[in-house]
């Protein structure tokens, strides 16, 4: 792109949220098939809470540069792909290399993000929303009526998760710390403080026939006491290990775990279905229809976003330069919202 300045952030191994360094160089050029974004929100997720401790199982080699999803406008466009994208703002989705001012990736990949959202707004529901979106409807598949349970309502995919169901008429029970309280019930969800301990006990005075499904990020014990909740015929959709993060060994095995408990449960003739759900999956098997699912799913989330049926919460707002500063201030669990990074 000849003059204009790029500017990354870099993981240079295990370190403290001081030890990103930033770098610096010449924005490369759009190849074949690919498009130049320049970056106008990408944000801090739970996986480069995990990366920067070694912890997210399948992360690159030390060094790269992290940020799981951004929002940008095409600046440009390389051979054979339509030039009417430049200008556009899209969205998408990349695991690695989004703390960034520009981004280099297939057009393919991008999403168009609707007129009438910011980008930092659109920024809050790409990685969260296309989560919380593909675990109710193409996994769980809830219905108006149901109950559910969502452990962690009140961060990132949680909060995406219950407000899409409250507006599709399901009641939801959702775990939290009790400073969130108010908050969930004011979308409508009933809240259980996981924090007091014995959260099972507490959702079976709540449901006790059992839920629909569970959706559950905690992994560990957690996931056991998930399955066990399900009223006949329920869902369970794992989704993390949060509760291993700070964990030491390996990275795998905490997964691994769940994936083995995942396909017993599914063995056992009792009507209850389990999944690990990874916004990943089918990528390798058809990177097309991948991007076909991903693309529609995300459109939908943006919708819902347009109609207010969820509200994009931004907790701050930080130039990338202050990145170390964003992800401190994500870990320290006082925010409620995304904490995002713009150029
Ligand atoms: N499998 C996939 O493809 C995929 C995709 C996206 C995300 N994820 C996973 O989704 C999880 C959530 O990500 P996020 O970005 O939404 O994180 P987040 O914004 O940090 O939210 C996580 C929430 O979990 C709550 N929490 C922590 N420990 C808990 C426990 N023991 N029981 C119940 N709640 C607990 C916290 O609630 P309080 O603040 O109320 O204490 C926090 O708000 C992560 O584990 C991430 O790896 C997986």
């Known amino acids: 792109m000849g003059s204009e300045h790029l500017v990354q952030v870099v993981l240079p191994g295990i370190v403290a949220p001081e030890g990103l360094e930033i770098r610096e160089a010449v924005v490369p050029d759009a190849g074949r098939g690919q498009i130049v974004i320049a970056m106008e929100a990408t944000g801090v997720s739970f996986a480069e809470q995990q990366m920067r401790r070694g912890r997210y199982y399948d ?12 929002v940008g406008r ?42 009438g959202l910011t980008a930092a707004e659109a920024e809050t529901v790409v990685v969260n929303g296309i989560t919380a979106w593909q675990m109710m409807h193409r996994k769980a598949r809830v219905r108006a009526g149901q109950t559910i349970l969502v452990h962690g309502a009140s961060g990132g995919v949680g909060s995406v998760l219950v407000q899409l169901a409250r507006t599709a008429g399901v009641k939801v029970i959702g775990t939290a ?27 079976r005075e709540l449901a006790p026939s059992g839920v629909d499904a569970v959706f ?8 056991t006491d998930s399955w066990h909740l399900l009223a006949p015929g329920g869902t369970l959709v794992s989704y993390g290990s949060a509760s291993t993060r700070d964990d030491t060994g390996s990275k795998q095995w905490p997964v691994l775990k769940i994936l083995a408990r995942v396909s017993l449960w599914n063995t056992l003739p009792n009507g209850r279905r389990a999944y690990f759900y990874n916004i990943w999956a ?32 931004i907790a701050a707002q930080l130039p990338l330069t202050r990145a170390a500063e964003a992800l401190r201030l994500a870990e320290s669990g006082t925010v409620t919202g995304k904490v995002v990074l713009t150029p």
């Open 216 to 223: 559950d990020h905690v992994g560990g014990r957690s996931v």
């Open 282 to 313: 089918g990528r390798s098997l058809s990177k097309d229809r991948f991007r076909a699912r991903l693309r529609a799913d995300l459109t939908e989330v943006f919708a819902a976003v347009r109609r207010g049926d969820v509200t994009a919460r």
């Open 59 to 70: 992360q690159p080699p030390f060094p790269f540069v992290p940020g799981y999803d951004l």
């Open 177 to 203: 710390s009790a400073r969130h309280h108010d908050a969930l019930r004011e979308l409508g969800v009933i809240p259980v403080d996981y924090r007091a301990g014995d959260v099972p006990g507490q959702v």
């Open 74 to 115: 095409v600046l440009a466009t390389g051979e054979g792909v339509d030039p009417g994208l430049a200008g556009r703002r899209v969205a998408a989705l990349v695991k690695v290399g989004g703390w960034a001012s520009h981004v280099v990736l297939d057009a393919k990949d991008a999403v168009q993000v609707p007129d």
